[in-house]
């Protein structure tokens, strides 16, 4: 990995949809309870985007603040690169109605599909055009509204605005997918990346992608079937992801401590002497143990899952935001970036700030 990196963060910014909906909502739509998701995954509480709101729409905000953060204008971005699995529509991508929304016409906007593992291709991406100069100003950004494929119809229920019981057949639907439904949520999460100088940047880097794994983590339904959108893929629930959860988990655990020391190797530093790994928030436990396997101290590990859920590409901008608005990132300091998901895509960053 090239040393002469282009990459500093110079602003950032977060938008979380609504209110956040409990473990103790949840269970009113399905077989489940606030000890098991806490025990299991850390998670208390996360947002879901209201009907009708898109990406985009969530993208935005988050876009603006990271663009004052940086003290930028709309008009200084010169590349736009929109992360998510969940995006306003199945095409176009929601890079160009992000780009409409800001005022960037004109500008490139690529949206990148790799699910959790985004940020970790976005940066790489970010510094290759960077570094080459086809870019000076980029906006990166992570948006997920997983709302859109939760298993249930009763949101009345779920909000507390109604007090009838679900149907027995919507309550077992739902139970079926409880695995995946408690841990994901919606938000979204933007960088303004920039040429950085004395010695900053993307000091080393280790991506990775292995497709034997694409049954683990996916939507079934798509263009394989005529129409892609069938009373079939509608009736056999197609449309809501299939989750092999403890494979991936024990993926993770395995390759990215891995990924972790390769990356410091490449950077020419010791896994000790990184100030922060800022993580991807799929599962306390995952992190909990990759942070156990390379001996690092749990105040290295930040964590937010217990509000958010896991918000897929959304995830380490928004930690990422939390972490420099309240003074814990300053300038000079290492930090590891790591993420995996759906694909299976996974790596791991080490940038100077
Ligand atoms: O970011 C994208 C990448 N995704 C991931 O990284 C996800 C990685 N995997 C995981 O986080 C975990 O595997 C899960 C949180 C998804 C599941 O946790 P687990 O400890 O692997 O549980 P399990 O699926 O093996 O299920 C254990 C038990 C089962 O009951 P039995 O068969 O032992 O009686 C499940 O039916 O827990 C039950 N269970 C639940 N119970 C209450 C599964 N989900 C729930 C639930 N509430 N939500």
């Known amino acids: 990995m090239s040393k002469k990196s282009g990459f500093k963060i110079i602003g950032t910014g977060r938008y979380l949809p609504g209110r956040p909906y409990t473990n103790h909502d949840l269970a009113r739509v399905m077989d489940t ?53 969940t995006p306003d529509h199945v095409f176009p991508g929601s890079g160009p109605l992000l780009g409409e929304k800001l005022g960037c016409v004109g500008v490139p906007a690529l ?4 699910q ?11 510094d290759s055009l960077l570094i080459s100069g086809a870019a000076k100003t980029i906006l990166i950004v992570g948006a997920e509204a997983h709302a859109g494929f939760m298993p249930w119809s009763d949101w009345d229920i779920l909000e507390g605005t109604s007090d009838k019981k679900p149907e027995p057949e ?15 949520g919606d938000g979204a999460g933007a960088m303004v990346v920039e040429s950085g100088e004395n010695g900053g940047g993307v000091l080393g880097m280790d991506v990775h992608t292995d497709g034997c794994h694409v049954d683990k983590l996916l939507i079934p339904a798509g263009f394989r079937t005529r129409p892609f959108i069938s009373k079939r893929t509608v009736e056999e629930d197609l449309w809501i992801p299939t989750m092999q959860g403890r494979d991936v988990f024990k993926y993770a655990v395995t390759e990215l401590p891995k990924s972790i020391r390769r990356a410091c190797e490449r950077a020419g530093v010791g896994v000790g002497d990184v100030d922060w790994f800022v993580a991807h928030q799929a599962n306390q436990r995952i992190n909990d143990v990759v942070r156990e396997r390379l001996d690092v101290a749990p105040e290295k590990v930040p964590s937010n899952i217990a509000r958010y859920g896991n918000t897929s590409a959304a995830t380490i901008p928004i930690l990422l935001d939390e972490m420099r608005r309240d003074g814990r990132l300053q ?17 791991s960053a080490v940038v100077r700030l």
Request: charged share 25%.
């Open 111 to 114: 949206d990148l599909r790799t």
């Open 331 to 347: 300038e000079g300091q290492l930090v590891c970036f790591l993420a995996l998901g759906a694909g299976i895509h996974w790596g």
């Open 170 to 184: 919507d309550w077992d639907r739902a139970t079926r997918h409880r695995g995946l439904a408690i841990l994901f």
């Open 33 to 85: 309870d606030d000890e098991w998701i806490v025990r299991r995954t850390g998670i208390r509480q996360r947002h879901f985007c209201p009907e009708g709101v898109g990406v985009s729409d969530l993208a935005l905000p988050a876009a603006k603040q990271a663009l004052e953060d940086a003290g930028r204008a709309p008009t200084d971005v010169d590349y736009i690169l929109f992360n998510t699995m």
């Open 116 to 126: 959790c593992a985004a940020m970790m291709f976005s940066m790489q991406v970010a």
